[in-house]
Structure formats: C-alpha cells, structure tokens
C-alpha cells in the first residue's frame, strides 16, 4: 500500500520570527548542559565505535546512536539536543556536528561531539538569510571537502549561500549568497526552491538542485575564498522535464558523471558534466518507481559507492530501495535489485565509510534501519536491525577516532 506522500516540505512551518528569538535565547542559556540519555547506553563506548547524529522532522531534536561497524550493532543515546534539525553533517575533520534549520531565518547552528560519551555542546550559530522569507527552512547543509565552509541550499529563500568555518571547525561568517529563480507547474513549485549544493571535483563550480524550477543552476565557485557567484552571463542551468523536482545530485568519482534524482517524478538521471565549460549534457534517464507502482510518487535521497559502481536511491512511494550498477566507463545505470526499506517514507539515507553499511532514516515510521552492503555485488541485505527515532531526516556519521577518546578519557 503506497503512503501519502509527506507535506510540502518547509512550507509554512516555522514559528514566528519573535517565537524564534525566544528560543534561540533558551538554547543558548541550556548549551553549558549536554544532553544526554541517562539509559545504560550512556556506557563508555567500546574500542572503537562511530556515532550517528539523527535529525528529525518537526520534532525539535537531535538523536545519537553509537554504532560498531565490525558487529553491525546499534545502541540508541536517546536525544542529545533540543533544537529544529531539518539537516544534520559533521566535520570531516574536526569534533563538531552542524545543523540546519527549519524554522525562518536559515539558521545554522553548531555543536561540539564528546566523542567518549556522544554528548552536545552549542558552540555557535550564525542566520544565513539577511531579511528572513517568513517561512523556514533549510534544505540541505554540508562542509566542503577541506573543511572551510559550509554549502547551505536554503528551500524557503530560494537562495544557496556559503558560510566560512574557523580551523577548529567554528561557524564564520555568510561568505556569499546567490538567488536562485523560477518555478514550475506543480502546486509546490510556485517558486525556487534549492534543494541541494555540491561543489564540482575541478572546484571552479557549485552545482544547486532546485526543486521549484526545474533546474539545476551551475554558479561560479572560488575555492581560496568559498564564494559562489552568477559570473558575467549569471548562472549557468540544466533544465529537467517540468513538474519533476529536481531534489539530489551526486558526481561519479570519475568527476565527468553527474547522478540526478527528481522528487515529483522519481526519475534518474545519468548527465555529462564538462568542468570546462561548466554545463551539463543528458546521457540517460531512468524510473525509480516500481513497474506496478500506482498511488503517489516520490524519491528522497541519492548516493554512490567509494569506487562508483553502483548507485542507491530511496523511493518513498514504493518505500523502497533501488540499486543501480554504473558501467565503466560511461558511468551509464542498470537497476540491478530492489529492496523494501524496512519502514514507511525513507526520507534519507547514509552510506558508511566502510562500504558495508546502509543507515535509511524511515520519517514516518520513525526507525533507522540497518542495511549490509556487499561490496562485491552492490547488493543490499535488511539487518533486521533498527533503532526509534522519532520522525528521521538525515543521519550525520562521526566517524570512531580512538587516539581523540583515549585522550578524552584520561
């Protein structure tokens, strides 16, 4: 049976600006206090076990999970902060947790990891919006590969911006801002909507996923400073089939193939990417729903393999889990398994960076559940495993680090 598919996201369901205030005041005086999960999971962790940091939708909290990737074992830590998490990620080099916003304003807020215990600790937050839309949220944030910003695609203010992060990972300042434009033919596209922002592999381009247009705008990018920019003839553009909602995009590391996966129409792109010219070509287009798919149609989230051979998408129509192998070396796509998600609405969904493990964030269920990934087939195998969370969006891995805990445990 297919789910109704999830409101429109981030419309309309912010507080308001003053109600805002008053609870950024709030956190900031509750921040000396971590919060953490009195349960005997709270227990030093074991030789060495990552962390995963759950954000979740509406729910005004962030969940911690210690997870040991030889056994495959969950253990849930319970909420580690209060506070709107519409997306969460981590550092790639330094203990800090960032996370998005939902509510107006675009807010980014920064959390330092006790990587022995999983606990929080505010250390900053920055508005990303110099005149707030009226209604919140953030759709997407990530660091840069050299942990010098952040990438932040803001879905109410049609805008992608950077923010400047410190050597020890701090928030900065709003390096840049850059306004997307346009709109399409479905109700929820009265408007630009960015959905998502990576940065090209030469490093002299920001792609922006833009779900309210229809496009995927290609701005100038200066790598020393983190600015975005339109560049002397504005942005770049690759235009998808109207009414699709183009939601991810994801490089083959081959850095010349481009994945793009559309919401509305739950279709799979295999596009060109020339890091010259900055423009993107069409080579394949697929359907991520199933071939009896009826009832509403959605797709969330996109990811590839370290060595590109194989792509998983999340289907929230099907609640599904399609995988895909890339071809060498035209990186073009077969579907090669499909797989139930374990709950209802995989919103997301984390690959570890072993390879071997699959984290999908059930929103409506409110599980995440554990998959195993034969590295040789691509394949996908449900653990069984799961842990509650209420209403999962995203899942943010702290890598184990185990010279930082010995230290920290001394």
Known sequence: MNETPPPPPYAGRGPSRRAVLGALTAVSAAATVPLLSASPAAAAPGPCEDLLYIGTWNQNQVHAVRFDPESGTMTPL??????????????????????????????????????????????????????????????????????????????????????????DGALGEVVSSVQDTGSGPNPRQAAPHPHHVVVDPSRGFALVADFGADRVFVYDYDAPTHRLSTGADGPGSFATTPGSGPRRLVFHPDGHTVYLLSELTADLRALDWDAHTGTLTERQLLMTNAPEHTGSTSAAELAVSRDGRYVYVSNRGDNALVVFSAVRPTGLLTEIQRVPCGGVTPWSMTLHASGRWLFVANETSSTVNLFGVDPASGGLTDTGMSVAVPNPDSIAVRHCHPVAREIAGR
Do not use: K, M
């Open 78 to 167: 319970g909420a580690v902060a209060q506070t709107s998490s519409s997306w969460v990620t981590v550092h790639p080099h330094r203990p800090v947790l960032y996370v998005g916003g939902a509510e107006q304003g675009g807010f980014v807020r920064s959390f330092g990891i006790d990587d022995t215990t999983g606990a929080l600790l505010q250390t900053g937050q920055i508005e990303t919006e110099p005149v707030p839309t009226g209604s919140g949220g953030l759709s997407y944030i990530a660091p840069t590969a050299d942990g010098g910003a952040l990438l932040v695609a803001d879905f109410a203010a049609g805008a992608a911006a950077t923010v400047s992060l410190t050597a």
